[in-house]
């Protein structure tokens, strides 16, 4: 008879588990945690042209639970930056990089160390110089109250960029101007600056021009010079005696002379006089002002108005030097004749051989034979005659015994 065990209701039980788990109970696991990495390494300015501060940080893949310790370190003696930078929460931690003053273009390299991650990043180093084309400006010589200009060009030969704080003069009479500062070039640009020189007193005349930017080579002076110049307006005229010759009375010839300033200012005629009543001027209504360097033509006319030598001066007055104008010509007599024609005729029926002809002053009955000899052809000219005059004219014919014909009909005749 085979034999039963019997258990207690609690050994039942523990036998049970040991032998079959309860579902849903959990077993036993081990958790393995991660440390934060090293993600990144930034600055905010990656390019320096003078000693300055950089804004640096370091990022890390998740936040830390505990305080975690970043080592930092530059690889260049001008870029320095704290040995580490420590992390208590979060994924970010800033530090400051100090860049200090340099002379030659370089780079620095800072690393930031975790465990056995590294970061880098790189800070370029540029060494600003500005040069100026042309060193120095002579203006030479302006006329006082009138200004001249000359350009001064700002390149930069350096590779990094510069920044004109300021342009400024020194000296009376000198100015400039520009682009408005502070402006900044970059090794592609450059930038002009206009000179002006505008003297207010005859005499020499020097100053400077000082551009202040940040090129490592300082300040960039160049020499000013200029001589302000007298206001000297000058007339001139290219002829200074004007021949007219023989001119028929009553005629009216003119010659042109040319006006030109010469001078550095301007000239205002104020008057043209001429003296000698034969001449005069045309050509310009006073007052009349030239330019330097500007001319005018002036006419100068000539009208006898009888038969003998003339002169006569014109002086023109401005507020130049006056000039004087000698003039001279000759006034010619109009060589007046009456020519007279007529058909030919007898005296008692013969053939006529000749003819005389009379002249007598109108309003008189004197007539006065004016051939010496028988006039042969049908003709007669009349050469002493005088202007303003007028004469009465009859013709006679003579037949070869002699007899003279009864005087044909009355010609008069005024001479002009």
Known sequence: MQSLKVFSRRALVAALLSSFPLAGAASKRTKTITSPQLSQLTCATSSYTAAGTDSCSVTLTAPVQSSTTVSLSSNNSAVSVPSSVT???GTTASFTAQIASFTTNQTASITATLGSTAKSFTISLQTPTLS???????????????????????????????????ASVTGVG?????????????????????????????????GQLTVASNSSTGNIAVGLSGTGEALDPVLATNSTSVPFGQVTVGQAPSQTIELTDTGNAAVTISSLSVSGSQFSTNGITTPYTLQPGQSVPLNLVFTPTSAASFTGTLTITSNAPIVAVSMSGTGEAVQHSVVLNWNPGTPNSDPAVGYNVYRAPTGSTSYQKMNISLVTPTTYTDLAVTSGQTYNYEITAVDNAGNESPPSNTYTVTIP
Request: charged share 0%.
């Open 87 to 89: 992390l208590s929460s």
């Open 132 to 166: 100026a084309s042309p060193a120095s400006i002579a203006f030479g010589s302006v006329t006082v109250n009138t200004k001249a200009t000359q350009t001064v060009t700002l390149t930069p030969t350096g590779s990094g960029t510069v920044t004109v704080s300021s």
């Open 174 to 206: 000198f100015s400039v101007t520009g682009p408005a500062v502070p402006f900044s070039l970059s090794p592609s640009q450059t930038a002009t600056l206009t000179v002006t020189f505008a003297p207010i007193t005859a005499g020499s005349a020097s």
